[in-house]
């Protein structure tokens, strides 16, 4: 691998995207990417006692799929990274405890799934691992009792309020494979802007995005034109708009090819999601779903994918504190 | 890099550990390894107005004193791993925003410090970085008040309960060196026996440290006679006392040079401390402050690090969910 720039990584021999997998809830079910879902479910239990308990089974069951998809057994798979939201990141251990692989624990809150797809190809391509498996998971219920306020109580959200996207996204990286390939990484840095709004996340985010995208093409030398697809992970609608914007005054137009899987996966209209979704799953399923069969179709041939995190909790708010915003982006090319 | 038996990764140009830096609270700085930490506090705030910001502060003044220590320009320093065990790794996020430095957060509960050093080595030997940092942390006051009780109702704590760690460790690995070196790294997997009370840690993660010592020595057809120190992260003395014992059922006798971070770091009798020490700091400072000085010092010359984590929280334990450990091991050598 060649290090460009001053944050890039590009790859001699780009690990291969196997297979991915996505399961949804029922409110994603009726989003305009249901079809693309592997499994979309009838409500945000799926049989368990607890919101918690579901996001873990959701996360199982999702990389259980991904691992059936690839044709790899899961004895050949060499170390599994993952993480989510909830604290200590309880549905990646919990999910994933009986897997029997060696496991990197992630946190980059909604970056947590390109995190894991930027170590997780670093691995393969560097000979540390053959096969790698990357995950994540979020839940509506289980996220907004943590971060916000208990779902019963029926709070109304501003404008400005995304929505957490209830599934999972998993995906097997192989050194052996035809692509799509990971062609080059770029892990961002903190960012904080000073932004407080929890209530405005893509906001808090937009300025994370916005760095770790000039910093790309700064490192490789692109222009937006070089892909087809540019993609952050949940922005949504005033993310999106802010990170557009910055972009052309940075002199980069961004506007003909870039989209925010926050705004992709809900229907703003119908569906009530305010400013979109957001959640690891989020970018997790929009991508296993919807832009990896893009690519295996070859629609879209060369796609960057950044996936955006606010790096903050419920308590650090209450303690007056801004939300520092994270994005790492990966190029995949067929 | 080459892969040895089913986890471990063996490095042919091994990175060096060039620089470790550890802060401490007051009960730490009252215990057996006082001078070897760089600085011990007066008080759990350190000026600020509360234990999580007191956190942040330290992981920070931390990570800035191992790289000035490094002598490697923090603009070299390529990729950052870190993270701690509050909520959404905060203490990680808010202490090294301002680093600006490409940031890979990651979370293993207390086995954070060594799966850093994992990942980070993974990236030197690769070519992927010249230098990483690899940080953790965390708090006594920060911690009981997130996963027990309110410091302020002064619970009875069992016999079997440990004392996490107030403080921070910090290393600058680096792909230009002398030694000590990272020769090889044997991640860990997801162990649960089904231990459910989260006051005897220990007990919960000892399976995981045995699983991870045995597969380390399967792997790389080494004795536990190899090393002049086997340390574990923070099993205490009950976690200690079922290792030893496990591991002589398995055919290896460490009895000898096997030790425990959280056995070392307070004094029994004096402290109060039960069954010894815990948290992510626990192996951070412990290593960064004494074993890489006896290691720099040629007083040991090859150690196998293994940290272990609890990935549970304090909502998993509600819900009656029993406690998964995971352990990551390092050989450090000469």
């Given at each position: ?107 980059g809150?909604c970056s947590t799934?390109v995190e ?191 996936a955006t995190g ?16 994270i994005a790492h ?6």
């Open positions: 691998m060649k290090r460009l720039g001053t944050q890039t990584i590009q790859f001699d021999n780009p690990p291969t995207i196997v297979s991915t997998a996505s399961i949804v809830g029922p409110k994603e079910a009726q989003g305009p990417l249901a079809k693309y879902f592997d499994q979309c479910l009838d409500d945000e239990f799926w049989g368990e006692k607890t919101w918690e308990k579901a996001e873990s089974k959701i996360i199982k069951e999702t990389v259980n799929m991904a691992v059936t998809k690839s044709g790899i057994a899961a004895t050949d798979i060499d170390y599994c990274f993952a993480g989510d939201l909830l604290n200590q990141c309880i549905s990646s251990s919990f999910g994933l405890r009986e897997l029997n692989i060696p496991f990197f624990g992630v946190f809150a799934f894991s797809l930027c170590l997780g190809s670093v691995f393969v391509e560097s000979g540390a691992a053959t096969n790698v498996l990357c995950a994540t998971s979020s839940h509506f219920c289980s996220a907004e009792k943590q971060f916000r306020f208990p779902l019963e109580l029926g709070n109304q959200r501003p404008q400005s309020a995304q929505w957490t996207v209830t599934g999972s996204g998993a995906a097997v990286v192989s050194a052996n494979g035809t692509g799509p390939f990971i062609t080059a990484i770029t892990p961002g840095k903190i960012v904080d802007m000073g932004i407080k709004d929890a209530n405005n996340m893509g906001a808090a985010m937009a300025p994370a995005a916005l760095d770790t995208l000039i910093t790309h093409f700064r490192d490789t030398g692109r222009k937006p034109s070089y892909y087809d697809a540019i993609i952050t992970g949940d922005l949504g609608y005033i993310g999106k708009e802010i990170v557009t914007e910055l972009a052309e005054t940075k002199g980069y137009n961004i506007k003909s090819n870039y989209n925010d899987c926050g705004v992709l996966i809900f229907d703003k209209e119908k569906q009530d999601t305010h400013s979109g979704g957001s959640g690891c799953a989020c970018v997790g399923t929009t991508f296993s779903g919807y832009f990896f069969k893009q690519l295996q179709e070859k629609k879209l041939n060369k796609i960057l994918l950044i606010a790096l903050m909790n419920s308590m650090s708010s209450q303690q007056g504190e801004s939300i520092p915003g982006a990966i190029s995949i090319e067929n």
